[in-house]
């Protein structure tokens, strides 16, 4: 009971957020499109490179789900500097994150990803322009669950109301079904390290280098989206990890996982993937030790910074949030999948 009070307990801290930054996400899917992303990382150039990164950030694609939106970036002209570069930034951070990141590890946490995500994404893409190779575009699928996932569709001019529709049928149909998975197991994480996990084990990586190096072994091969990695994030800190030791986590799982990598390796080849993962590892480890740093001479105390954040939403809303969040778990990975198992089964025996 006790451990289920904790994944309950951060249920109740992600939810609001989390609502908010889906509704933003079926904002941008509403009106962003395809041609105004290739207008900008067309060349292969440190400006396309940095329009790539800079673009990236608020979108509201998974880590699998982008491979194939860049490939298809590449194919239509974009550089692999560019392309590599939105690989990065992208899943890295959006707008769904941003707002649970606010409301799971406080305000500056939240200037400081997608910061660092920003940053991490132009030295990827400026390191590939200048040490990469250029090859031929294999088309990609995407490792994602639901099929529209990263996907690009050439549509006929709609309404304002037909376009939000559309928006907020995608957030909340197709996104939420990409992560669903993965943030209900990022919810459970979260409370058995908040339950189970001494605080001094977790108090041993404050600031520690070796900690940091640890995160990159832990985050590398996981699939874990942006947004499901802050509740494991959020309990690390609580239980006393630097701020710096949980942004490498935060940087590194949601862009690099084995799935993605082998899809990279086939497109950029084996000495892009290489540069990838290295400056990623890199930086992560660099903002990771400015992370720290700042907290430090800022004075700023990372879990006040969390309990003051989770007090600016009345209790009312946070379990009605977290009972519609709740919902659309078990909605997508309960209800829907015994629907398609025993559905075809009774196509079968008809």
Known sequence: MELLKEIWKLTLEASPYL?????????????LK??????FIGEKSTKSVFWA????IPLPICSCGVVPVATSLKKQGASSGASMSFLVSTPETGVDSIAITYGMLGGFMTLVRPIAAFFTAIAVGITENIFGEETKVQEVKSCCASSSCGSKEVVAE???????????????????????K?????????????YLIPTDVIQS??????????????????????TSSTPIAAALLLKGMSPGTALVFLLVGPATNIASLVIIQKVFGKKSTALYLGVIAICSIIFGMLTDYLFQILGINPI????????????????????VVVGLIFYFEVFKKLKVKFGSKENVIA
Do not use: R
């Open 19 to 31: 609502l908010i930054g889906f509704v933003f996400a079926g904002v941008i899917k509403a009106f």
């Open 34 to 39: 395809d041609e105004f992303i290739q207008k």
């Open 53 to 56: 990164s800079l673009i990236g």
């Open 158 to 180: 709609k309404s304002l109301t037909e376009k939000l529709k559309e928006g907020f049928v995608y957030s909340f149909t197709d996104l939420f079904a990409d992560i669903s």
């Open 182 to 194: 993965y943030l209900a197991i990022g919810l459970v994480i979260g409370g058995m390290i908040s």
């Open 205 to 226: 990586f404050d600031g520690n280098v070796l900690g940091m190096v640890g995160m990159l072994f832990l985050g590398i091969p996981l699939y874990i989206c942006a």
């Open 304 to 323: 006040a910074s969390i309990q003051e954040t989770n007090e600016m939403i009345p209790h009312w809303l946070a379990f009605g949030s977290s009972v």
